[in-house]
């Protein structure tokens, strides 16, 4: 008995639609052990990596020698989550026999997937620190296809200065498919270079094509079951063709139009309401602002950033109603602000991306009404493009700004929320960014990404209970993330048990060994320990893994301080500042290292730079005022105390300081007194110094000297990095 080819490949296409991964696998390989063709071998190594088995999609195309870009690119990308970096690259451009390919190869071979496989060689370039090459394929890759966000990210974590206004245009569309689809296996294949179908090739309309043909037949069955079958199910989701037939997507449409009305109501992102119930009366609702705007920025634009798509779309209200009825309001609906039914533009212009194939002119320019609609997109994509790349430069206050500036519906998302909360971390300005990460757990409990910065940021505040139940939360919620064992690893930090919390730090390495930040963490904790060495090799491997982490250059410098290999460690934080030239923490430490240098000027001139950046720093001030006291220069000195006084007035090293100044210039009385307040906000008495100042207090001025009193100056400053505010060294975790 011979199988049916073609209804096969419908049902397990239909199966994966609906994650039914088991009945997907299991058709396909029935339907590779019958047919043995190109299409099913695609089709059963789509359904193993779609269900979490990449090795066996792996080994399974290994074994056989199709060369179809479609099969390849599965290939390589199976190489890629397998880690066998150099393979998958081979695969792609070929061996070191052959000649390799160039990316106008690529662009030729893959068609309409070419930016998909640029971006993804773009990758492996970056893990085998080629990252020149892997920015070349990236910034090819989003010429392709500006729609693409992953190399725009990928290309600003490299520190290169991409240009969002140029990145996310339409321009490059006119020759090239917005959204590219892997080519067809079939000898003709889908049309590409035009918007329209771009836009609607997607696994969505074929979920609906697909659901549309069940219900004809299971009981509405038309005279010809077989067209049916061609008409509609058998469009993959990946080329957007039709297997074994070459029927245009456009007709298909229009002949499924005729046999099918299409439903009333359209979810969000263009697909059927029944599939996408985003609400229990299946209409989009846009989430309104529960918070107010942080302070010191610009206010968030009220219209919206698709305008140019909703007027284009009255415009074109005739087509559409003809294509898609309108939804009956309900009473909610009639009850929305003026404010609520503006924000409907974005469905309106998503909606028009997704035109009906019977409007498609496959030789035609792109519709006006498309152009609009995809302008507005775009439009959207430059903004938070421009936001995250000063966000990676490190401009934080204006990736603030431009940030918040976003519309409502954006700005009160978990994404955008999370990295004003990282701008904010990054000025170490801890209450705003636990503002905003928190407002991020209340709208987005599922997130994990960015809550190893807010587990940080509540390990600043000192937040012992919502640390730890924010660890209990995402451990609970996934064990397989990194992020989770970083949570968990400060919690148990904050509670000074270092063993524990390194131990969940080598969790979230193991669990993935990528994750630069773990590696930092861990070296931190070594370094809480004493453990130099090991701290040393773990912020290595932070810097292995990427380049760009500042946090681990800061805390190899630190490490070399501590160390007293004050040239090393001046290197290490001018490696660290190259990156993060906005840091006032890192300016602090330089000037640290050239006052241990003996270029006491250089250090002034640095530590004034640093108060520059953040005047209300109270570590570069403490430094600054050290080394005013270390060059005889006391009134400066104590000038600088009492404003460092009025920002930590419980800082016992302050005090102590004070004294000593106050003993240079002969007023025993005062510096006696500061060294008492000193000694009461610190009984300790800061490693007994405190205490042997105050017993040298009626010793003659010389005799103090022979007992070594330049020194003590020198080990003040070790003790500030000890303890005056002991979280500042760990500000550019």
Same mark, same amino acid.
């Given at each position: 008995?011979?199988?049916?080819?073609?209804?096969?490949?419908?049902?397990?296409?239909?199966?994966? +639609?609906?994650?039914?991964?088991?009945?997907?696998?299991?058709?396909?390989?029935?339907?590779?052990?019958?047919?043995?063709?190109?299409?099913?071998?695609?089709?059963?190594?789509?359904?193993?990596?779609?269900?979490?088995?990449?090795?066996?999609?792996?080994?399974?195309?290994?074994?056989?020698?199709?060369?179809?870009?479609?099969?390849? %690119?599965?290939?390589?990308?199976?190489?890629?989550?397998?880690?066998?970096?150099? $393979?998958?690259?081979?695969?792609?451009?070929?061996?070191?026999?052959?000649?390799?390919?160039?990316?106008?190869?690529?662009? +030729? @071979? %893959?068609?309409?997937?070419?930016?998909?496989?640029?971006?993804?060689?773009? /990758?492996?370039?970056?893990?085998?620190?080629?990252?020149?090459?892997?920015?070349?394929?990236?910034?090819?890759?989003?010429?392709?296809?500006?729609?693409?966000?992953?190399?725009?990210?990928?290309?600003?974590?490299?520190?290169?200065?991409?240009?969002?206004?140029?990145?996310?245009?339409?321009?490059?569309?006119? /020759?090239?498919?917005?959204?590219?689809?892997?080519?067809?296996?079939?000898?003709?294949?889908?049309?590409?270079?035009?918007?329209?179908?771009?836009?609607?090739?997607?696994?969505?309309?074929?979920?609906?094509?697909?659901?549309?043909?069940? @219900?004809?037949?299971?009981?509405?069955?038309?005279?010809?079951?077989?067209?049916?079958?061609?008409?509609?199910?058998?469009?993959?989701?990946?080329?957007?063709?039709?297997?074994?037939?070459?029927?245009?997507?456009?007709?298909?449409?229009?002949?499924?139009?005729?046999?099918?009305?299409?439903?009333?109501?359209?979810?969000?992102?263009?697909?059927?309401?029944?599939?996408?119930?985003?609400?229990?009366?299946?209409?989009?609702?846009?989430?309104?602002?529960?918070?107010?705007?942080?302070?010191?920025?610009?206010?968030?634009?009220?219209?919206?950033?698709?305008?140019?798509?909703?007027?284009?779309?009255? $415009?074109?209200?005739?087509?559409?109603?003809?294509? %898609?009825?309108?939804?009956?309001?309900?009473?909610?609906?009639?009850?929305?602000?003026?404010?609520?039914?503006?924000?409907?533009?974005? +469905?309106?212009?998503?909606?028009?991306?997704?035109?009906?194939?019977?409007?498609?002119?496959?030789?035609?320019?792109?519709?006006?009404?498309?152009?609009?609609?995809?302008?507005?997109?775009?439009?959207?994509?430059?903004?938070?493009?421009?936001?995250?790349?000063?966000?990676?430069?490190?401009?934080?206050?204006?990736?603030?700004?431009?940030?918040?500036?976003?519309?409502?519906?954006?700005?009160?998302?978990?994404?955008?929320?999370?990295?004003?909360?990282?701008?904010?971390? @990054?000025?170490?300005?801890?209450?705003?960014?636990?503002?905003?990460?928190?407002?991020?757990?209340?709208?987005?409990?599922?997130?994990?990404?960015?809550?190893?910065?807010?587990?940080?940021?509540?390990?600043?505040?000192?937040? $012992?209970?919502?640390?730890?139940?924010?660890?209990?939360?995402?451990?609970?919620?996934?064990?397989?993330?990194?992020?989770?064992?970083?949570?968990?690893?400060?919690?148990?930090?904050?509670?000074?048990?270092?063993?524990?919390?390194?131990?969940?730090?080598?969790?979230?390495?193991?669990?993935?060994?990528? %994750?630069?930040?773990?590696?930092?963490?861990?070296?931190?904790?070594?370094?809480?320990?004493?453990?130099?060495?090991?701290?040393?090799?773990?912020?290595?491997?932070?810097?292995?893994?990427?380049?760009?982490?500042?946090?681990?250059?800061?805390?190899?410098?630190?490490?070399?301080?501590?160390?007293?290999?004050?040239?090393?460690?001046?290197? /290490?934080?001018?490696?660290?500042?190259?990156?993060?030239?906005?840091?006032?923490?890192?300016?602090?430490?330089?000037?640290?290292?050239?006052?241990?240098?003996?270029?006491?000027?250089?250090?002034?001139?640095?530590?004034?730079?640093?108060?520059?950046?953040?005047?209300?720093?109270?570590?570069?001030?403490?430094?600054?005022?050290?080394?005013?006291?270390?060059?005889?220069?006391?009134?400066?000195?104590?000038?600088?105390?009492?404003?460092?006084?009025?920002?930590?007035?419980?800082?016992?090293?302050?005090?102590?300081?004070?004294?000593?100044?106050?003993?240079?210039?002969?007023?025993?009385?005062?510096?006696?007194?500061?060294?008492?307040?000193?000694?009461?906000?610190?009984?300790?008495?800061?490693?007994?110094?405190?205490?042997?100042?105050?017993?040298?207090?009626?010793?003659?001025?010389?005799?103090?000297?022979?007992?070594?009193?330049?020194?003590?100056?020198?080990?003040?400053?070790?003790?500030?990095?000890?303890?005056?505010?002991?979280?500042? @060294?760990?500000?550019?975790?």
């Amino acid at each position: 008995m011979t199988v049916l080819q073609e209804p096969v490949q419908a049902a397990v296409w239909q199966a994966l +639609n609906h994650y039914a991964y088991l009945d997907a696998v299991f058709l396909a390989e029935r339907l590779y052990a019958e047919v043995r063709s190109e299409e099913a071998l695609y089709l059963l190594a789509t359904c193993y990596y779609r269900s979490g088995k990449a090795y066996k999609a792996y080994r399974l195309l290994k074994a056989h020698s199709s060369s179809t870009p479609q099969v390849r %690119f599965l290939l390589a990308k199976c190489c890629v989550e397998l880690s066998k970096l150099a $393979e998958g690259e081979q695969v792609l451009i070929g061996g070191v026999l052959n000649k390799q390919k160039s990316q106008d190869d690529l662009v +030729n @071979e %893959f068609g309409d997937s070419a930016s998909f496989t640029l971006s993804l060689l773009g /990758h492996i370039y970056c893990k085998t620190d080629r990252a020149a090459k892997g920015a070349e394929c990236f910034r090819k890759s989003l010429s392709l296809n500006p729609f693409l966000w992953s190399p725009f990210q990928n290309l600003c974590l490299l520190g290169d200065k991409a240009d969002a206004d140029q990145v996310f245009r339409l321009s490059s569309l006119q /020759h090239s498919s917005v959204a590219p689809s892997p080519p067809s296996m079939s000898s003709a294949q889908i049309p590409s270079n035009r918007l329209d179908t771009a836009f609607m090739e997607t696994p969505q309309h074929t979920l609906e094509l697909n659901r549309l043909n069940l @219900e004809s037949s299971n009981g509405k069955q038309t005279s010809d079951l077989t067209l049916s079958y061609i008409d509609s199910s058998l469009i993959t989701p990946e080329s957007g063709s039709l297997l074994g037939n070459p029927v245009s997507l456009a007709t298909a449409g229009s002949l499924l139009a005729k046999q099918n009305k299409p439903k009333s109501g359209r979810s969000l992102l263009g697909g059927p309401n029944s599939l996408s119930p985003l609400t229990p009366s299946g209409s989009p609702q846009v989430l309104s602002p529960s918070m107010s705007a942080p302070p010191n920025v610009q206010p968030r634009r009220s219209s919206r950033l698709f305008t140019s798509a909703s007027s284009t779309a009255k $415009e074109n209200s005739k087509k559409l109603k003809m294509k %898609f009825p309108p939804k009956i309001p309900n009473r909610k609906t009639k009850c929305k602000s003026s404010k609520t039914s503006n924000s409907t533009n974005l +469905n309106e212009s998503l909606d028009i991306l997704r035109l009906d194939p019977a409007l498609s002119l496959p030789d035609a320019k792109v519709p006006q009404h498309q152009r609009a609609a995809a302008d507005g997109v775009l439009a959207l994509l430059r903004e938070l493009g421009r936001g995250y790349q000063a966000l990676c430069s490190y401009n934080c206050r204006e990736a603030v700004a431009i940030l918040s500036a976003l519309p409502p519906q954006h700005y009160n998302t978990g994404w955008v929320l999370t990295h004003i909360g990282r701008a904010y971390f @990054e000025l170490a300005e801890y209450t705003q960014a636990e503002r905003l990460f928190s407002e991020v757990r209340r709208m987005e409990s599922y997130r994990v990404e960015g809550m190893e910065i807010y587990s940080t940021t509540l390990w600043h505040l000192q937040k $012992e209970v919502a640390l730890s139940a924010l660890s209990k939360d995402l451990t609970d919620m996934d064990k397989n993330c990194p992020e989770a064992w970083c949570v968990a690893g400060n919690c148990f930090s904050l509670q000074r048990e270092h063993d524990i919390a390194i131990k969940f730090f080598q969790r979230a390495i193991q669990v993935d060994p990528s %994750f630069a930040y773990a590696y930092t963490l861990l070296g931190h904790e070594f370094v809480m320990t004493e453990e130099l060495e090991r701290g040393l090799a773990c912020f290595r491997n932070a810097i292995r893994v990427s380049n760009r982490h500042y946090n681990a250059w800061y805390g190899l410098g630190m490490i070399y301080f501590k160390q007293e290999k004050f040239n090393l460690a001046e290197i /290490h934080f001018r490696k660290a500042l190259g990156i993060n030239p906005q840091s006032s923490v890192l300016l602090c430490h330089i000037g640290v290292v050239q006052h241990a240098l003996k270029k006491s000027d250089a250090a002034l001139e640095t530590l004034n730079k640093a108060i520059g950046i953040d005047p209300t720093n109270p570590l570069c001030k403490f430094h600054r005022a050290s080394i005013l006291f270390a060059n005889d220069k006391y009134k400066a000195a104590l000038q600088e105390l009492e404003e460092l006084k009025q920002i930590v007035p419980k800082e016992s090293l302050v005090y102590f300081l004070i004294g000593k100044v106050y003993k240079k210039l002969g007023q025993t009385h005062l510096a006696l007194m500061n060294f008492s307040w000193a000694m009461d906000l610190d009984p300790k008495g800061a490693n007994n110094q405190i205490k042997d100042a105050i017993d040298k207090r009626y010793l003659p001025e010389d005799e103090a000297a022979a007992e070594g009193d330049d020194s003590k100056d020198s080990s003040v400053m070790t003790d500030a990095d000890d303890s005056l505010l002991h979280t500042a @060294e760990s500000d550019v975790l």
